[in-house]
């Protein structure tokens, strides 16, 4: 009911934005595929490269700051009742950790949005909505996982302003704004693969999300 109601708000006031093709109704991952390899096809043919880069951020739920999450919802307009129900699920909850017959102690969840919960993907595509809007080149998004490209006849020139856009994830990668600094640090650790498109070969690998970009 309340994943719902929260769905239906964000449809009916156009929230989200457009390239976010997660958990939305009559969105595909294809929806994407499609839209890159059109670009792809078409660069091609006029003798461009093209150059995207995909980032896929690791343990993203766990690493949600709450409070900032919080606010977010109130600046889309996310107030009431509804708003106390959001506050309330992320609020006060504990863990343990079983091995075998062994509990651990009950710890607090400082930071993150529960795993296996329907309103947790909805929650998270708020946190990170602005996120295409941190750059100037064509994106796509689905819940954690982001795309974005240049293309043209200069590899050389596309790499460079690719590397000078500095995506940050909004509030993103910020230790204020994803909890600790060691979910900071795991940040900063993730990896990121190139696609580099050509007309004789498609060229593909990863290395550390580094300063550099973000």
């Not at 096809?41 to 003798?47: E, H, M, P, T």
């Not at 941190?134 to 690719?162: H, M, Q, V």
Request: charge should be positive.
């Amino acid at each position: 009911m309340v994943v719902c109601r929260l769905k239906w708000f964000l449809e009916y006031y156009n929230i989200l934005i457009f390239t976010q093709s997660g958990f939305q109704q009559r969105r595909k991952t294809t929806d994407h595929i499609l839209s890159l390899h059109d670009i792809i096809q078409k660069s091609l043919a006029n003798k461009h490269n093209v150059l995207a880069i995909f980032i896929d951020i690791e343990k993203a739920y766990d690493m949600v700051n709450k409070n900032v999450l919080l606010s977010k919802l109130l600046k889309f307009g996310i107030t009431g009742r509804m708003f106390q129900f959001i506050s309330s699920f992320l609020s006060n909850r504990t863990f343990q950790v079983r091995v075998g017959s062994t509990l651990s102690m009950t710890k607090l969840l400082e930071n993150g949005t529960p795993q296996g919960s329907v309103l947790s993907p909805v929650l998270f595509s708020l946190m990170i909505n602005d996120l295409p809007n941190k750059i100037t080149s064509p994106s796509a998004l689905y819940a954690d996982d982001f795309c974005f490209w240049e293309s043209g006849s200069d590899r050389r020139g596309f790499t460079i302003r690719l590397k000078r856009l500095k995506p940050r994830a909004p509030d993103f990668g910020e230790p204020e704004n994803f909890g600790t600094n060691d979910n900071f640090q795991h940040f900063r650790k993730q990896l990121y693969s190139y696609f580099c498109f050509t007309s004789t070969h498609v060229l593909y690998f990863t290395m550390p999300l580094t300063k550099d970009l973000l």
